[in-house]
Protein backbone atom coordinates (compact mmCIF):
# COMPACT_ATOMS: atom_id res chain seq x y z
CA UNK A 1 0.00 0.00 0.00
CA UNK A 2 1.56 3.38 -1.45
CA UNK A 3 0.35 5.19 2.08
CA UNK A 4 2.35 8.35 3.51
CA UNK A 5 2.57 6.80 6.65
CA UNK A 6 4.99 3.87 4.92
CA UNK A 7 6.81 6.49 3.45
CA UNK A 8 10.72 6.48 5.06
CA UNK A 9 10.50 10.13 6.01
CA UNK A 10 7.45 9.31 7.80
CA UNK A 11 7.52 9.65 11.97
CA UNK A 12 5.08 7.51 13.51
CA UNK A 13 5.72 7.82 16.63
CA UNK A 14 6.48 12.36 16.14
CA UNK A 15 2.69 11.57 14.31
CA UNK A 16 1.13 9.93 17.04
CA UNK A 17 2.66 12.60 19.91
CA UNK A 18 1.74 15.82 17.50
CA UNK A 19 -2.27 14.31 16.69
CA UNK A 20 -2.77 12.66 20.54
CA UNK A 21 -5.34 15.51 21.40
CA UNK A 22 -7.26 14.54 17.89
CA UNK A 23 -7.28 10.50 18.74
CA UNK A 24 -10.29 10.55 21.12
CA UNK A 25 -7.11 8.08 23.25
CA UNK A 26 -6.30 7.60 27.26
CA UNK A 27 -2.96 8.84 27.62
CA UNK A 28 -2.30 4.93 28.64
CA UNK A 29 -3.41 3.81 25.31
CA UNK A 30 -1.45 6.40 23.44
CA UNK A 31 1.39 5.20 25.49
CA UNK A 32 0.46 1.64 24.20
CA UNK A 33 0.19 2.92 20.69
CA UNK A 34 4.27 4.22 20.81
CA UNK A 35 5.07 1.15 22.56
CA UNK A 36 3.25 -1.20 19.47
CA UNK A 37 5.31 1.12 17.29
CA UNK A 38 8.57 0.83 18.67
CA UNK A 39 7.90 -3.30 19.31
CA UNK A 40 6.84 -3.24 15.62
CA UNK A 41 9.77 -0.47 14.10
CA UNK A 42 12.34 -3.37 15.72
CA UNK A 43 10.78 -6.43 15.53
CA UNK A 44 10.20 -7.07 19.27
CA UNK A 45 8.08 -9.87 19.74
CA UNK A 46 4.57 -8.31 21.44
CA UNK A 47 3.26 -10.51 23.95
CA UNK A 48 1.00 -9.17 27.04
CA UNK A 49 3.72 -9.85 29.47
CA UNK A 50 5.89 -7.37 27.49
CA UNK A 51 3.56 -5.32 27.49
CA UNK A 52 2.35 -5.61 30.33
CA UNK A 53 6.29 -4.69 32.30
CA UNK A 54 6.04 -1.96 29.88
CA UNK A 55 3.50 -0.18 31.25
CA UNK A 56 3.77 -0.63 34.55
CA UNK A 57 0.18 -2.32 34.72
CA UNK A 58 -1.41 -5.67 35.19
CA UNK A 59 -2.70 -7.76 31.94
CA UNK A 60 -6.49 -6.88 31.93
CA UNK A 61 -5.34 -3.56 31.96
CA UNK A 62 -3.21 -4.48 28.82
CA UNK A 63 -6.41 -5.82 27.60
CA UNK A 64 -8.88 -3.00 28.46
CA UNK A 65 -6.36 -0.31 26.44
CA UNK A 66 -6.58 -2.87 23.16
CA UNK A 67 -10.10 -2.92 23.38
CA UNK A 68 -10.10 0.62 23.38
CA UNK A 69 -7.28 1.38 20.40
CA UNK A 70 -9.83 -1.72 18.62
CA UNK A 71 -12.99 0.66 19.40
CA UNK A 72 -11.61 3.08 17.65
CA UNK A 73 -10.83 0.51 14.86
CA UNK A 74 -7.28 2.02 15.50
CA UNK A 75 -5.96 -1.64 15.55
CA UNK A 76 -5.89 -5.16 13.97
CA UNK A 77 -4.78 -8.53 15.62
CA UNK A 78 -3.76 -11.29 13.52
CA UNK A 79 -2.06 -14.21 13.96
CA UNK A 80 1.69 -14.71 12.15
CA UNK A 81 4.55 -16.59 11.88
CA UNK A 82 6.01 -15.10 14.50
CA UNK A 83 2.76 -15.40 16.86
CA UNK A 84 0.50 -12.09 17.08
CA UNK A 85 0.70 -9.20 15.09
CA UNK A 86 -0.34 -5.77 16.40
CA UNK A 87 -0.93 -3.16 13.64
CA UNK A 88 -1.78 0.12 14.04
CA UNK A 89 -1.70 1.59 10.84
CA UNK A 90 -4.84 2.49 11.14
CA UNK A 91 -4.25 4.98 13.23
CA UNK A 92 -2.60 6.99 11.28
CA UNK A 93 -6.04 6.88 9.00
CA UNK A 94 -7.51 8.75 11.81
CA UNK A 95 -7.11 12.32 9.96
CA UNK A 96 -8.49 12.62 6.66
CA UNK A 97 -6.57 11.55 3.61
CA UNK A 98 -6.29 15.18 2.30
CA UNK A 99 -4.15 16.63 5.64
CA UNK A 100 -2.12 13.69 4.75
CA UNK A 101 -1.69 14.01 1.12
CA UNK A 102 -0.14 17.52 1.70
CA UNK A 103 3.27 15.89 2.69
CA UNK A 104 3.39 14.05 -0.62
CA UNK A 105 2.60 16.91 -2.50
CA UNK A 106 5.44 18.59 -0.91
CA UNK A 107 8.00 15.73 -1.41
CA UNK A 108 7.03 15.61 -4.95
CA UNK A 109 7.39 19.23 -5.56
CA UNK A 110 10.67 19.46 -4.49
CA UNK A 111 11.65 16.52 -6.42
CA UNK A 112 10.44 18.16 -9.42
CA UNK A 113 12.13 21.28 -8.86
CA UNK A 114 15.60 19.80 -8.19
CA UNK A 115 14.90 17.59 -11.46
CA UNK A 116 16.17 13.97 -8.91
CA UNK A 117 14.93 12.33 -6.18
CA UNK A 118 15.62 13.56 -2.21
CA UNK A 119 18.40 11.46 -0.74
CA UNK A 120 18.10 10.38 2.70
CA UNK A 121 19.28 13.25 4.39
CA UNK A 122 17.25 15.58 1.95
CA UNK A 123 14.47 13.63 2.91
CA UNK A 124 14.74 14.14 6.78
CA UNK A 125 15.36 17.56 6.20
CA UNK A 126 12.42 18.28 4.34
CA UNK A 127 10.35 16.38 6.89
CA UNK A 128 11.38 18.45 9.80
CA UNK A 129 10.78 21.16 7.72
CA UNK A 130 6.90 19.51 7.57
CA UNK A 131 7.00 18.76 11.29
CA UNK A 132 7.93 22.60 11.78
CA UNK A 133 6.62 25.20 9.34
CA UNK A 134 2.93 24.86 7.41
CA UNK A 135 2.66 23.24 3.50
CA UNK A 136 2.16 26.59 2.70
CA UNK A 137 5.17 28.23 4.25
CA UNK A 138 7.04 25.44 2.39
CA UNK A 139 6.20 25.86 -0.70
CA UNK A 140 6.22 29.44 -0.60
CA UNK A 141 9.75 28.98 -0.06
CA UNK A 142 10.42 26.58 -2.82
CA UNK A 143 8.68 28.79 -5.37
CA UNK A 144 10.98 32.13 -3.65
CA UNK A 145 13.84 29.60 -3.82
CA UNK A 146 12.61 28.57 -7.45
CA UNK A 147 12.36 31.78 -8.80
CA UNK A 148 15.80 33.02 -7.84
CA UNK A 149 16.87 29.56 -9.28
CA UNK A 150 18.63 28.68 -5.92
CA UNK A 151 16.80 25.71 -5.06
CA UNK A 152 18.64 24.16 -2.07
CA UNK A 153 17.70 23.05 1.07
CA UNK A 154 20.10 25.69 3.21
CA UNK A 155 18.62 28.23 0.88
CA UNK A 156 15.29 27.27 1.18
CA UNK A 157 15.68 26.68 5.20
CA UNK A 158 16.95 30.40 5.48
CA UNK A 159 14.09 31.79 3.81
CA UNK A 160 11.64 29.50 6.01
CA UNK A 161 13.33 30.65 9.06
CA UNK A 162 13.45 34.33 8.03
CA UNK A 163 9.87 34.59 7.03
CA UNK A 164 8.56 33.02 10.03
CA UNK A 165 10.93 35.28 12.08
CA UNK A 166 9.36 37.81 10.58
CA UNK A 167 5.83 36.38 11.36
CA UNK A 168 6.28 36.46 15.29
Not at 20 to 34: E, G, T
Not at 38 to 60: G, H, P, V
Not at 91 to 118: C, G, N, T, V
Request: net charge negative; aromatic share 10%.
Amino acid sequence: MNTIYNKPYFNRRNWLLDNAQNLDLSPAALLLCLLLDYCNEFNININYELLSAKLKCDKTKVDALIQELAAHNYIQIYVGDNGVNYDISRIYEAQAEAELDYADDIFKAFEDSLSRPLNPNELQKLSDFINIYSPQEIMAALRSADAYRKVSLPYIEKILRNNHESQN
